[in-house]
């Protein structure tokens, strides 16, 4: 498992990322992968994201 420090200016700024990332779907992740495992990588990737927003109290419904 690899750790990443993010840095946001404010909780609006955590709030509206993890909104993004809620509302991005696998369509949107096809149309900017170069090919299927690199479209499902790009995805666990948010997902792994989401999870620490929503550890962090950041979790929209």
Request: net charge negative; charged share 30%.
């Given at each position: 498992?690899?750790?990443?420090?993010?840095?946001?200016?404010?909780?609006?700024e955590?709030?509206?990322?993890?909104?993004?990332?809620?509302r991005?779907?696998?369509?949107?992740?096809?149309?900017?992968?170069?090919?299927?495992?690199?479209?499902?990588t790009?995805f666990?990737?948010?997902?792994?994201?989401?999870?620490?927003?929503?550890?962090?109290?950041?979790?929209?419904?």
């Open positions: 498992m690899i750790e990443i420090k993010l840095e946001l200016l404010n909780e609006d955590a709030e509206a990322l993890a909104q993004f990332l809620k991005t779907t696998l369509t949107d992740v096809s149309e900017k992968a170069k090919n299927e495992s690199e479209k499902y790009m666990d990737a948010i997902f792994g994201a989401q999870r620490s927003l929503a550890n962090a109290g950041y979790n929209p419904r």
